[in-house]
């Protein structure tokens, strides 16, 4: 199973962008769904994360308040609405699934989407 994510881009700052991604086969067991990012000499860091079956978000301090997460479970699909970009939010974004029984849960990964934002 792979992991499609869309709709990096280059911005100003100020404005905003939505991110989608979505598997390329069906899954089953999805336990949640994540967006992670690296800025180049960074570490990956967890963005948001919301689990599948509830409404559970859990969000980094920096995007608080100014990224949104949400789903589609018909679609396997989960978004990352992005308002009033920064410089600083430019980077790599990953989306991320895990899957499987809670007590064993996989990983699988998008490729990435570069999100760019100008000051």
């Known amino acids: 199973v792979q992991l499609q994510a869309s709709g990096g881009g280059l911005v100003q700052a100020g404005e905003s962008l939505t991110l989608s991604c979505a598997p390329s086969t069906t899954m089953f067991n999805i336990h949640d769904m994540a967006w992670h990012r690296q800025a180049p000499g960074n570490q990956r860091e967890l963005v948001a994360r919301?689990?599948?079956?509830?409404?559970?978000?859990d969000y980094a301090d920096s995007v608080r308040g100014r990224f949104t997460i949400s789903k589609d479970n018909g679609k396997n699909t989960v978004y990352l609405r992005m308002s009033s970009l920064r410089p600083g939010d430019s980077a790599v974004y990953y989306c991320?699934?895990?899957?499987?029984?809670?007590?064993?849960?996989?990983?699988?990964w998008g490729k990435g989407t570069q999100v760019t934002v100008s000051s």
């Open positions: 919301i689990s599948r079956d509830e409404d559970n978000t």
């Open positions: 991320n699934f895990r899957a499987g029984p809670v007590w064993y849960l996989k990983d699988y």
